[in-house]
């Protein structure tokens, strides 16, 4: 049933492959390697949606799936991985003080993602995103997070970079990494460096089903950076 699911979400079938790994939490509730599928895929699958109320229920399912999963190895590298992931993706569309206070949470999970296995793509990832979000907060987002939380640890644009090139350097087929890195590049006022990862990232096979939207807003990026 494992191999099906991940048969299907290769395809990719996301919605197909989550199901079925539901089959399989039936049958064994503590499969972590599915619970951690679980949690990814209701992340992936919930960033699709239009309705506000699915966009919650996915996001909620997969923080859920991400809890039970670090209640049965709280040391396992992709389930702290996961609730990262998820814990990001939801905190997207809240307001400053619940963005900034879900903030050091991933930091936490995503610190341990790595800690466990230094050749997780996905934490180093999230860690390149989770600096440039942070570093790039707006003063008065920057004076909330002193006041509401005495700060947050450090972050820079260069160190979002190096997490970048890190995931990068375990793993070359990632698109969404691709995207990321050419924003903080661009940012980092590296245009021609920014450039040439968007259109690097055009030559690699789709892996997700958000993988063509993503390179669709690479093109855009390119001709607007040109």
Known sequence: MIKEADRLENLPNEKAAFAKFKEVLKINPINIYSLNKCSELCSRIGKRQTN???IEDYYSAAKTYAGTALRVNPSNSESNCVMAIALGRSSLNKSGKEKISSAKEIKKYVD???KNDPGNFK????LGRWNYEISTLNVFEKAAVKILFGGLPVSSLSESIRAFEKAHSITNGFIL???EMAKAYKKNDQKSKALATLTKMLTIPNQTEDDPTIK?????????WK
């Open 52 to 54: 506000p109320k699915l």
């Open 112 to 114: 341990a993602a790595i």
């Open 123 to 126: 934490a180093w990832h999230v």
């Open 177 to 179: 990494n691709y995207f």
């Open 216 to 224: 669709e807003d690479g093109r855009k990026l390119i001709k607007e």
